[in-house]
């Protein structure tokens, strides 16, 4: 007897065939007849499929008239045509084998309204329920489409390092690793202050989460021309909103040879590819996000994947911006960094499609940026979409040894701790160009779920570790 799942016993072709499937009960509801309902899903689809468990199975009194919503069995059986509309198949038992029974009077997923907050103190079951299976299973298509889409082309996967000496964005918000004793930790003197002594420390010097694989994905790219990492990283800001995370995985291509005009084409065919993908592939859970979300999600995408992005440089956005009579509670002006609001504005309201916004000012944007001609500029780049605002934010950045060394000092960086890096411009440097797309914040665009904590299994927030 072939094991199957859900979603493909509910097509019509299974009828007539002898299956095994395994999953946990939704619903059970036991007719006059002599024989139950029982609703199972396995997390392979959104929709139930309706088991018929006959009162003459030998283990009908004694089990099955006990099953409780949330409880696994394991169904041998016949898939047979359904008279219901809702589905084209249902399930006729052979046997039903209970695994494990639910505690009725305990289990906190019964038939009734939960709220998102209350599932996230429940984050070990809350992928049993319609919401968020469909949030993973999106999510699960969202990353096998960044993998093909990258490795599709030619580049190659990295995997940058957890732990690391430095801080790419030199914004200093990351968290330490340490192995010392904290309730005891070694000092030396340094110009007559204690200091923590960290040669004493695992690694020998302070340590942190990452904050970004572009350094090592860089380097790589300065030998394989074309790569991306994918993995986990990590921000030690405390900010409690529906959009920060303290835990987030960043997917960042590096391109060698590749200045900011192929960088904006790349992100451009990145985007349409994912939001394509999650289309064509998850039909049923969008469906579900526009019904029971965001009635918009679906509109959205499309209307993203079959537009042209359009291309402004930064200095004419705040032109549109302070000419347009909105009211925003931010001023705008040159030099100062957009607001969501004001990314919102031109995606939105004033152009009505995805914008790329290029050529910031060099004192907004990262050391690591490519200094324009003007001086005053960098070759950054950021994708706005509607409803967030920047989804994509990226460089060409630079590959001048001297350039670079300058920019340094003005982020007040120490250029002996970035060695490597700038052996990179004295060694075969090259123009190279790339970007960093938020995993989290994608999902959360797609769905329409109005809490990042809501599109990541386990979330890290402050004063928040559970699971």
């Not at 665009?445 to 927030?461: E, K, Y």
């Amino acid at each position: 007897m072939r094991r199957t799942n859900v979603i493909d016993a509910l097509k019509a072709e299974a009828i007539g065939q002898e299956i095994k499937l395994c999953g946990w009960v939704r619903t059970r509801r036991d007719s006059k007849q002599g024989f139950s309902f029982l609703e199972v899903n396995d997390g392979s689809c959104l929709r139930n499929i309706q088991v018929i468990a006959a009162s003459d199975l030998p283990n009908y009194e004694s089990e099955i008239l006990k099953i409780g919503i949330g409880s696994s069995v394991e169904v041998d059986g016949v898939v047979v045509a359904s008279p219901g509309k809702e589905q084209a198949t249902e399930l006729k038992a052979k046997t039903v084998k209970v695994h494990g029974f639910a505690d009725q009077t305990s289990y906190p997923l019964q038939k009734k309204g939960t709220s998102f907050e209350f599932l996230r103190t429940i984050a070990h079951l809350r992928p049993r329920t319609n919401t968020f299976g469909a949030v993973a299973r999106v999510r699960n298509e969202i990353c096998r489409s960044i993998h093909n889409f990258f490795l599709s082309r030619g580049f190659v996967y990295v995997h940058a390092p957890i732990i690391t000496g430095s801080d790419c964005e030199g914004a200093g918000q990351m968290f330490s690793v340490t192995n010392l004793d904290l309730n005891q930790l070694p000092s030396k003197e340094d110009n007559g202050h204690k200091k923590v002594d960290y040669e004493q420390d695992f690694f020998g010097k302070p340590a942190n989460l990452t904050v970004s694989g572009q350094l090592e994905a860089e380097m790589y790219a300065m030998a394989l021309t074309n790569v991306y990492t994918f993995g986990p990283t990590f921000r030690a800001e405390n900010s409690n909103t529906s959009r920060h995370l303290a835990e987030f995985w960043m997917i960042e291509p590096e391109m060698a040879f590749c200045d900011l005009q192929g960088n904006m084409d790349t992100a451009e065919a990145f985007l349409k590819t994912i939001f394509s993908d999650v289309l064509k592939n998850c039909p049923e859970d969008m469906a579900f996000f526009n019904e029971r979300i965001d009635k918009t999600v679906i509109e959205t995408l499309k209307g993203i994947v079959e537009s042209k992005f359009v291309r402004l440089s930064y200095t004419e956005a705040v032109d549109i911006l302070t000419a347009s009579k909105e009211s925003f509670e931010f001023p705008v002006s040159w030099g100062t960094d957009l607001q969501s609001e004001h990314e919102r504005y031109l995606a939105e309201k004033h152009f009505k499609s995805p914008v790329i916004v290029y050529n910031y000012p060099r004192a907004i944007k990262s050391f690591y940026m490519r200094l324009n001609e003007d001086g005053k500029t960098v070759a950054a780049m950021d994708v706005l979409v509607p409803k967030v605002g920047e989804i994509i934010g990226g460089s060409q950045r630079e590959e001048r040894l001297d350039v670079l060394e300058e920019r340094m000092k003005e982020a007040n960086l120490k250029p002996e701790e970035y060695w490597f890096y700038l052996d990179l411009r004295r060694f075969g440097t090259a123009p190279h160009a790339g970007f960093g797309l938020g995993l989290e914040r994608t999902v959360q665009f797609v769905t329409g779920m109005g809490n990042i904590r809501d599109v990541i299994p386990f979330p890290r927030t402050p004063k928040n570790l559970e699971f």
